[in-house]
Protein backbone atom coordinates (compact mmCIF):
# COMPACT_ATOMS: atom_id res chain seq x y z
CA UNK A 1 0.00 0.00 0.00
CA UNK A 2 1.60 3.44 -0.88
CA UNK A 3 -0.84 5.30 1.48
CA UNK A 4 2.45 6.99 3.44
CA UNK A 5 3.97 8.15 0.36
CA UNK A 6 0.70 10.40 -0.72
CA UNK A 7 -0.03 12.06 2.79
CA UNK A 8 2.73 14.71 2.48
CA UNK A 9 0.70 17.64 0.85
CA UNK A 10 -2.98 16.74 2.33
CA UNK A 11 -5.24 17.65 5.08
CA UNK A 12 -5.83 15.61 7.86
CA UNK A 13 -8.92 13.38 7.48
CA UNK A 14 -11.42 12.26 9.83
CA UNK A 15 -12.59 8.82 10.21
CA UNK A 16 -14.94 7.55 12.51
CA UNK A 17 -15.53 3.99 13.73
CA UNK A 18 -19.04 2.91 14.64
CA UNK A 19 -17.99 -0.33 17.01
CA UNK A 20 -15.93 -0.98 19.36
CA UNK A 21 -15.86 -4.64 18.95
CA UNK A 22 -13.00 -7.23 16.84
CA UNK A 23 -13.93 -5.59 13.06
CA UNK A 24 -14.22 -2.12 14.63
CA UNK A 25 -11.17 -2.24 17.08
CA UNK A 26 -9.19 -3.89 14.17
CA UNK A 27 -10.56 -1.36 11.55
CA UNK A 28 -9.16 1.58 14.16
CA UNK A 29 -5.65 0.93 14.85
CA UNK A 30 -5.12 -0.60 11.28
CA UNK A 31 -6.32 3.33 10.16
CA UNK A 32 -3.21 4.98 12.53
CA UNK A 33 -1.36 3.29 9.46
CA UNK A 34 -1.91 6.73 7.93
CA UNK A 35 -0.06 9.41 10.38
CA UNK A 36 -2.44 11.62 9.00
CA UNK A 37 -5.76 10.33 9.60
CA UNK A 38 -7.43 11.37 12.60
CA UNK A 39 -9.41 8.32 14.36
CA UNK A 40 -12.57 8.41 16.40
CA UNK A 41 -13.76 4.85 17.82
CA UNK A 42 -17.61 5.11 19.60
CA UNK A 43 -18.44 2.43 21.41
CA UNK A 44 -21.41 2.33 24.08
CA UNK A 45 -19.01 0.57 26.76
CA UNK A 46 -15.95 1.97 28.02
CA UNK A 47 -14.31 -1.62 28.52
CA UNK A 48 -14.03 -4.20 25.41
CA UNK A 49 -16.11 -6.98 25.04
CA UNK A 50 -14.44 -10.06 24.47
CA UNK A 51 -17.85 -12.24 23.02
CA UNK A 52 -16.16 -15.50 22.15
CA UNK A 53 -15.87 -15.67 26.37
CA UNK A 54 -19.38 -14.93 27.41
CA UNK A 55 -20.37 -18.52 27.56
CA UNK A 56 -17.67 -18.14 30.13
CA UNK A 57 -19.03 -15.35 31.93
CA UNK A 58 -22.28 -17.20 32.43
CA UNK A 59 -20.42 -20.33 34.03
CA UNK A 60 -18.04 -18.06 36.01
CA UNK A 61 -15.41 -18.69 34.44
CA UNK A 62 -13.92 -15.81 32.85
CA UNK A 63 -14.69 -11.96 32.90
CA UNK A 64 -15.37 -11.32 29.30
CA UNK A 65 -13.91 -7.77 29.15
CA UNK A 66 -10.45 -6.14 28.51
CA UNK A 67 -9.10 -2.68 28.67
CA UNK A 68 -9.22 -0.92 25.47
CA UNK A 69 -6.09 0.97 26.86
CA UNK A 70 -4.65 -2.39 26.42
CA UNK A 71 -6.37 -2.45 22.95
CA UNK A 72 -5.78 0.79 20.69
CA UNK A 73 -3.37 2.44 19.20
CA UNK A 74 -2.66 5.60 21.34
CA UNK A 75 -3.51 7.54 18.43
CA UNK A 76 -6.94 6.23 18.51
CA UNK A 77 -9.32 8.37 20.62
CA UNK A 78 -12.58 6.47 22.33
CA UNK A 79 -16.05 7.95 22.65
CA UNK A 80 -18.31 6.51 24.79
CA UNK A 81 -21.58 6.96 23.72
CA UNK A 82 -23.87 5.65 21.40
CA UNK A 83 -24.66 6.70 17.41
CA UNK A 84 -28.76 7.66 16.80
CA UNK A 85 -28.41 8.79 13.47
CA UNK A 86 -26.10 8.80 10.56
CA UNK A 87 -26.47 11.98 8.51
CA UNK A 88 -24.99 11.13 5.38
CA UNK A 89 -25.60 14.30 3.62
CA UNK A 90 -23.93 16.31 5.78
CA UNK A 91 -21.18 13.40 7.10
CA UNK A 92 -22.12 14.04 10.81
CA UNK A 93 -23.33 11.24 13.34
CA UNK A 94 -25.73 12.46 15.52
CA UNK A 95 -24.36 11.13 19.46
CA UNK A 96 -26.34 10.55 22.83
CA UNK A 97 -24.46 9.73 25.99
CA UNK A 98 -20.66 10.33 25.14
CA UNK A 99 -17.19 10.71 26.63
CA UNK A 100 -14.20 11.37 24.70
CA UNK A 101 -10.93 9.48 25.60
CA UNK A 102 -7.79 9.18 24.00
CA UNK A 103 -6.39 5.21 23.25
CA UNK A 104 -4.45 5.79 26.79
CA UNK A 105 -7.44 7.09 28.37
CA UNK A 106 -7.33 10.49 29.49
CA UNK A 107 -10.03 12.50 28.86
CA UNK A 108 -9.91 15.11 25.40
CA UNK A 109 -11.79 17.71 24.92
CA UNK A 110 -13.34 18.20 21.53
CA UNK A 111 -12.08 20.11 19.05
CA UNK A 112 -14.16 23.29 16.80
CA UNK A 113 -16.89 21.01 14.83
CA UNK A 114 -16.74 17.90 16.74
CA UNK A 115 -19.59 19.00 19.00
CA UNK A 116 -19.36 20.15 22.67
CA UNK A 117 -20.76 18.84 25.98
CA UNK A 118 -22.23 15.43 26.89
CA UNK A 119 -25.27 13.99 26.76
CA UNK A 120 -28.30 14.33 23.06
CA UNK A 121 -27.25 16.78 20.73
CA UNK A 122 -23.88 15.91 20.47
CA UNK A 123 -22.10 15.46 16.49
CA UNK A 124 -19.31 14.09 15.73
CA UNK A 125 -18.55 14.82 12.11
CA UNK A 126 -16.17 12.28 9.65
CA UNK A 127 -14.58 12.30 6.15
CA UNK A 128 -14.90 9.00 5.89
CA UNK A 129 -16.85 6.41 8.59
CA UNK A 130 -16.67 2.53 9.14
CA UNK A 131 -19.96 0.96 9.85
CA UNK A 132 -19.02 -1.84 12.17
CA UNK A 133 -22.14 -1.80 14.81
CA UNK A 134 -22.03 -5.41 14.94
CA UNK A 135 -24.84 -7.84 16.15
CA UNK A 136 -27.05 -8.75 19.24
CA UNK A 137 -29.79 -10.85 20.17
CA UNK A 138 -32.96 -10.68 17.77
CA UNK A 139 -36.60 -10.82 18.68
CA UNK A 140 -37.69 -14.69 19.41
CA UNK A 141 -40.90 -14.36 18.42
CA UNK A 142 -41.82 -17.14 20.71
CA UNK A 143 -44.51 -16.49 23.53
CA UNK A 144 -42.97 -15.94 26.62
CA UNK A 145 -39.67 -15.57 25.63
CA UNK A 146 -38.57 -12.09 25.86
CA UNK A 147 -40.16 -12.15 28.83
CA UNK A 148 -38.80 -15.15 30.55
CA UNK A 149 -36.32 -16.28 28.82
CA UNK A 150 -31.90 -14.90 28.98
CA UNK A 151 -30.35 -13.96 26.07
CA UNK A 152 -26.11 -13.83 26.32
CA UNK A 153 -25.62 -11.53 23.12
CA UNK A 154 -24.31 -9.30 24.81
CA UNK A 155 -22.30 -7.85 27.90
CA UNK A 156 -25.48 -6.89 29.99
CA UNK A 157 -27.91 -9.66 28.92
CA UNK A 158 -25.02 -12.71 30.40
CA UNK A 159 -24.52 -10.80 33.52
CA UNK A 160 -28.35 -10.69 34.11
CA UNK A 161 -28.02 -14.12 33.26
CA UNK A 162 -24.83 -14.78 35.28
CA UNK A 163 -26.84 -13.22 38.43
CA UNK A 164 -30.05 -15.58 38.01
CA UNK A 165 -27.74 -18.77 37.89
CA UNK A 166 -26.06 -17.66 41.34
CA UNK A 167 -29.60 -17.27 42.88
CA UNK A 168 -30.71 -21.01 41.20
CA UNK A 169 -30.03 -24.25 43.03
CA UNK A 170 -27.71 -26.52 40.90
CA UNK A 171 -30.60 -29.12 41.31
CA UNK A 172 -33.02 -27.11 39.37
CA UNK A 173 -32.84 -27.56 35.33
CA UNK A 174 -31.24 -24.66 33.06
CA UNK A 175 -32.40 -25.21 29.89
CA UNK A 176 -30.55 -24.04 26.87
CA UNK A 177 -32.43 -23.17 23.56
CA UNK A 178 -30.58 -23.57 20.44
CA UNK A 179 -27.70 -25.61 19.50
CA UNK A 180 -25.37 -23.93 17.24
CA UNK A 181 -21.89 -22.77 18.49
CA UNK A 182 -23.35 -20.69 21.62
CA UNK A 183 -25.72 -23.19 22.63
CA UNK A 184 -23.19 -25.79 22.66
CA UNK A 185 -20.70 -24.07 24.66
CA UNK A 186 -22.86 -22.35 27.08
CA UNK A 187 -24.48 -26.07 28.24
CA UNK A 188 -21.39 -27.54 28.16
CA UNK A 189 -19.84 -24.75 30.21
CA UNK A 190 -22.48 -25.05 33.17
CA UNK A 191 -23.09 -28.62 33.11
CA UNK A 192 -19.48 -28.99 33.81
CA UNK A 193 -20.02 -27.44 36.89
CA UNK A 194 -22.42 -29.73 38.09
CA UNK A 195 -25.82 -27.95 36.55
CA UNK A 196 -28.64 -29.94 35.30
CA UNK A 197 -28.79 -28.90 31.69
CA UNK A 198 -30.99 -29.45 28.68
CA UNK A 199 -30.24 -28.47 25.63
CA UNK A 200 -33.27 -28.08 23.50
CA UNK A 201 -31.72 -28.11 19.97
CA UNK A 202 -34.83 -27.37 17.62
CA UNK A 203 -33.55 -29.25 14.82
CA UNK A 204 -30.13 -30.67 14.25
CA UNK A 205 -27.23 -30.71 17.01
CA UNK A 206 -23.91 -28.51 15.42
CA UNK A 207 -26.09 -27.94 12.01
CA UNK A 208 -22.44 -26.48 11.26
CA UNK A 209 -20.75 -28.93 12.11
CA UNK A 210 -19.60 -32.36 9.76
CA UNK A 211 -21.59 -35.42 10.96
CA UNK A 212 -18.48 -36.95 12.35
CA UNK A 213 -17.91 -33.74 14.92
CA UNK A 214 -21.52 -33.52 15.97
CA UNK A 215 -21.01 -37.31 17.15
CA UNK A 216 -18.00 -36.30 19.05
CA UNK A 217 -20.03 -33.31 20.32
CA UNK A 218 -22.40 -35.45 21.31
CA UNK A 219 -20.10 -37.82 23.00
CA UNK A 220 -19.03 -34.93 25.16
CA UNK A 221 -22.49 -33.29 25.76
CA UNK A 222 -23.55 -36.85 26.78
CA UNK A 223 -20.45 -37.54 29.63
CA UNK A 224 -21.15 -33.98 31.31
CA UNK A 225 -24.72 -35.40 31.75
CA UNK A 226 -26.34 -32.73 29.36
CA UNK A 227 -29.93 -33.92 27.93
CA UNK A 228 -29.76 -32.90 24.07
CA UNK A 229 -33.49 -32.53 22.46
CA UNK A 230 -33.11 -32.68 18.72
CA UNK A 231 -35.45 -32.89 15.94
CA UNK A 232 -38.14 -30.32 14.87
CA UNK A 233 -40.36 -31.63 18.07
CA UNK A 234 -37.75 -30.11 20.07
CA UNK A 235 -38.18 -26.72 19.08
CA UNK A 236 -39.32 -24.60 22.22
CA UNK A 237 -42.91 -23.22 21.40
CA UNK A 238 -43.38 -21.28 24.64
CA UNK A 239 -41.53 -20.18 27.48
CA UNK A 240 -42.56 -19.65 30.99
CA UNK A 241 -41.17 -18.35 34.41
CA UNK A 242 -40.89 -22.02 35.36
CA UNK A 243 -41.02 -24.23 32.71
CA UNK A 244 -40.59 -24.38 28.17
CA UNK A 245 -43.17 -25.74 25.98
CA UNK A 246 -41.66 -28.04 22.85
CA UNK A 247 -43.43 -28.19 19.53
CA UNK A 248 -44.83 -31.50 20.03
CA UNK A 249 -45.90 -30.72 23.37
CA UNK A 250 -44.11 -32.03 25.92
CA UNK A 251 -43.93 -29.13 28.60
CA UNK A 252 -40.16 -29.41 30.39
CA UNK A 253 -39.46 -27.79 34.15
CA UNK A 254 -36.74 -24.58 33.21
CA UNK A 255 -35.83 -22.78 36.53
CA UNK A 256 -33.85 -20.98 33.59
CA UNK A 257 -34.22 -20.54 30.38
CA UNK A 258 -30.95 -19.53 27.94
CA UNK A 259 -31.80 -17.99 24.41
CA UNK A 260 -29.16 -18.64 22.01
CA UNK A 261 -31.71 -18.84 19.10
CA UNK A 262 -30.70 -16.22 15.64
CA UNK A 263 -29.21 -12.74 16.38
CA UNK A 264 -30.07 -9.12 14.73
CA UNK A 265 -28.23 -6.47 13.22
CA UNK A 266 -28.73 -2.69 14.95
CA UNK A 267 -31.18 -1.20 12.47
CA UNK A 268 -28.53 2.01 12.37
CA UNK A 269 -27.79 1.85 9.11
CA UNK A 270 -31.99 1.42 7.78
CA UNK A 271 -32.94 4.33 10.08
CA UNK A 272 -30.35 6.48 8.39
CA UNK A 273 -31.71 5.86 4.72
CA UNK A 274 -28.62 3.55 3.82
CA UNK A 275 -29.58 0.49 1.98
CA UNK A 276 -29.66 -3.10 4.18
CA UNK A 277 -30.00 -6.86 3.31
CA UNK A 278 -33.35 -8.52 5.14
CA UNK A 279 -31.62 -8.85 8.49
CA UNK A 280 -30.27 -4.78 8.26
CA UNK A 281 -26.59 -5.60 7.52
CA UNK A 282 -25.36 -2.80 5.26
CA UNK A 283 -25.50 -3.47 1.88
CA UNK A 284 -21.57 -3.45 0.51
CA UNK A 285 -20.15 -4.07 -2.74
CA UNK A 286 -16.83 -6.73 -2.26
CA UNK A 287 -14.81 -3.65 -1.39
CA UNK A 288 -17.10 -3.34 1.64
CA UNK A 289 -18.35 0.26 0.45
CA UNK A 290 -21.91 0.98 0.97
CA UNK A 291 -23.65 0.75 -2.19
CA UNK A 292 -25.35 4.02 -1.79
CA UNK A 293 -22.28 5.83 -0.13
CA UNK A 294 -18.99 5.99 -0.90
CA UNK A 295 -17.95 7.41 2.18
CA UNK A 296 -18.87 4.80 4.06
CA UNK A 297 -17.42 1.31 4.56
CA UNK A 298 -18.72 -1.94 6.71
CA UNK A 299 -16.76 -4.62 8.66
CA UNK A 300 -17.93 -7.50 11.03
CA UNK A 301 -21.20 -8.73 11.58
CA UNK A 302 -22.96 -6.07 10.35
CA UNK A 303 -22.01 -5.76 6.64
CA UNK A 304 -23.68 -7.75 3.72
CA UNK A 305 -21.00 -7.40 0.59
CA UNK A 306 -23.12 -8.04 -2.67
CA UNK A 307 -25.59 -9.27 0.06
CA UNK A 308 -23.07 -12.68 0.54
CA UNK A 309 -22.33 -11.82 3.88
CA UNK A 310 -19.68 -14.24 5.45
CA UNK A 311 -20.30 -16.46 8.69
CA UNK A 312 -20.55 -14.63 12.01
CA UNK A 313 -17.50 -15.29 13.82
CA UNK A 314 -14.52 -13.59 15.03
CA UNK A 315 -12.59 -15.52 12.29
CA UNK A 316 -14.45 -13.14 9.66
CA UNK A 317 -14.72 -10.36 12.04
CA UNK A 318 -10.84 -9.06 11.88
CA UNK A 319 -9.97 -9.55 8.70
CA UNK A 320 -13.07 -7.55 7.37
CA UNK A 321 -12.10 -5.04 10.54
CA UNK A 322 -8.40 -4.84 8.47
CA UNK A 323 -10.20 -4.75 4.97
CA UNK A 324 -12.62 -2.12 6.13
CA UNK A 325 -9.67 -0.05 6.98
CA UNK A 326 -7.51 -0.90 3.85
CA UNK A 327 -10.36 0.12 1.69
CA UNK A 328 -10.56 4.05 3.74
CA UNK A 329 -6.86 4.37 3.27
CA UNK A 330 -6.84 3.49 -0.41
CA UNK A 331 -10.05 5.61 -1.48
CA UNK A 332 -7.76 8.37 0.48
CA UNK A 333 -4.94 7.67 -1.22
CA UNK A 334 -7.18 8.12 -4.59
CA UNK A 335 -5.96 4.20 -5.00
CA UNK A 336 -8.43 1.81 -6.18
CA UNK A 337 -9.96 -0.56 -3.33
CA UNK A 338 -9.87 -3.97 -3.96
CA UNK A 339 -12.47 -6.22 -3.44
CA UNK A 340 -12.29 -8.80 -0.44
CA UNK A 341 -10.87 -11.99 -0.86
CA UNK A 342 -10.82 -14.29 2.29
CA UNK A 343 -11.77 -17.98 3.30
CA UNK A 344 -12.31 -19.98 6.65
CA UNK A 345 -10.37 -22.60 8.27
CA UNK A 346 -13.33 -24.21 10.49
CA UNK A 347 -15.27 -23.96 13.47
CA UNK A 348 -13.74 -24.00 17.22
CA UNK A 349 -16.10 -24.52 19.85
CA UNK A 350 -14.91 -25.19 23.59
CA UNK A 351 -17.29 -28.19 25.69
CA UNK A 352 -16.68 -27.34 29.18
CA UNK A 353 -12.79 -26.21 30.40
CA UNK A 354 -11.45 -29.79 29.82
CA UNK A 355 -12.43 -30.40 25.99
CA UNK A 356 -13.10 -28.55 22.89
CA UNK A 357 -13.82 -29.33 19.19
CA UNK A 358 -11.91 -27.84 16.29
CA UNK A 359 -14.56 -28.80 12.92
CA UNK A 360 -11.93 -28.55 9.88
CA UNK A 361 -13.48 -26.55 7.19
CA UNK A 362 -13.18 -25.93 3.01
CA UNK A 363 -12.07 -22.40 2.46
CA UNK A 364 -15.29 -22.08 1.21
CA UNK A 365 -16.74 -22.32 4.83
CA UNK A 366 -17.87 -26.12 4.80
CA UNK A 367 -17.33 -28.73 7.04
CA UNK A 368 -14.99 -31.60 6.50
CA UNK A 369 -14.53 -35.03 7.33
CA UNK A 370 -11.77 -34.10 9.76
CA UNK A 371 -12.14 -33.13 13.28
CA UNK A 372 -9.78 -32.77 16.66
CA UNK A 373 -11.36 -33.13 19.65
CA UNK A 374 -11.05 -33.62 23.72
CA UNK A 375 -7.97 -32.13 25.78
CA UNK A 376 -5.96 -31.13 22.40
CA UNK A 377 -9.05 -29.61 20.96
CA UNK A 378 -9.55 -27.48 24.15
CA UNK A 379 -6.03 -25.47 24.14
CA UNK A 380 -6.50 -24.93 20.62
CA UNK A 381 -9.74 -22.73 21.29
CA UNK A 382 -8.05 -20.89 24.39
CA UNK A 383 -4.86 -20.52 22.04
CA UNK A 384 -7.65 -19.13 19.65
CA UNK A 385 -9.60 -17.03 21.73
CA UNK A 386 -5.99 -15.43 23.53
CA UNK A 387 -4.28 -14.81 20.05
CA UNK A 388 -7.56 -12.64 19.33
CA UNK A 389 -6.67 -10.33 21.78
CA UNK A 390 -3.31 -10.68 21.07
CA UNK A 391 -3.72 -9.91 17.26
CA UNK A 392 -5.72 -6.79 17.92
CA UNK A 393 -2.97 -5.37 20.47
CA UNK A 394 -0.22 -6.31 17.90
CA UNK A 395 -2.36 -4.14 15.05
CA UNK A 396 -2.51 -1.39 17.54
CA UNK A 397 1.22 -1.46 18.14
CA UNK A 398 1.98 -2.17 14.46
CA UNK A 399 -0.72 -1.05 11.93
CA UNK A 400 -1.09 -3.15 9.11
CA UNK A 401 0.31 -6.47 10.62
CA UNK A 402 -2.55 -8.87 9.73
CA UNK A 403 -2.21 -10.36 6.66
CA UNK A 404 -4.42 -13.84 5.37
CA UNK A 405 -2.87 -14.11 2.51
CA UNK A 406 -3.10 -17.99 2.91
CA UNK A 407 -6.76 -18.33 3.75
CA UNK A 408 -8.66 -17.05 0.93
CA UNK A 409 -12.11 -18.83 -0.36
CA UNK A 410 -11.00 -19.24 -4.29
CA UNK A 411 -14.81 -19.81 -5.00
CA UNK A 412 -16.63 -16.71 -3.80
CA UNK A 413 -15.83 -15.34 -7.00
CA UNK A 414 -17.59 -17.91 -8.78
CA UNK A 415 -21.03 -17.52 -6.31
CA UNK A 416 -20.95 -13.98 -7.29
CA UNK A 417 -20.93 -14.63 -10.74
CA UNK A 418 -23.58 -17.22 -10.67
CA UNK A 419 -25.41 -14.30 -8.53
CA UNK A 420 -24.82 -11.29 -10.56
CA UNK A 421 -24.79 -13.43 -14.06
CA UNK A 422 -21.47 -10.86 -14.62
CA UNK A 423 -17.49 -11.92 -14.91
CA UNK A 424 -16.63 -9.18 -13.11
CA UNK A 425 -16.74 -8.72 -9.25
CA UNK A 426 -18.54 -5.56 -8.69
CA UNK A 427 -16.56 -2.52 -6.53
CA UNK A 428 -17.13 0.70 -6.02
CA UNK A 429 -15.14 3.35 -8.11
CA UNK A 430 -11.70 5.22 -6.82
CA UNK A 431 -13.14 7.96 -4.73
CA UNK A 432 -11.32 11.75 -4.75
CA UNK A 433 -8.48 12.25 -1.60
CA UNK A 434 -10.53 13.53 1.09
CA UNK A 435 -9.29 16.40 3.64
CA UNK A 436 -12.29 17.84 5.42
CA UNK A 437 -14.59 18.20 1.74
Known amino acids: MTTENNTENRAETRVVVIGGGYAGVMAANRLTRDPRVRVDLVNPRPEFVDRVRLHQLAGGTHAATADYRELLAGRVRLVVGSVTRIDTAARELELAGTDAREGNGRTQDQDQGQGQGQGQGRKLAYDYLVYAVGSGSADPGVPGAAEFAYPLADLEETHRLRTVLDDTPDTRTVTVVGAGPTGIETAAELAEQGRRVTLAAGGELGPYLHPKGR ?189 WEWLKDPKRAERLRARTGTATVPTAPTAPTAAHS
Do not use: N
Open 215 to 403: RAVARRLAALGVTVLTGPGARVAAVSRESVTLADGRELPSAVTVWTVGFGVPDLAARSGLRTDALGRLLTDETLTSVDDDRIVAAGDSAAPSGLPLRMSCQAALPLGAHAADTVLHRIAGERATPIAMGFAGQCLSLGRRAGLFQVARKDDVARGIHLAGRPAASVKEYVCASIVKQLTREGQKPGSLT
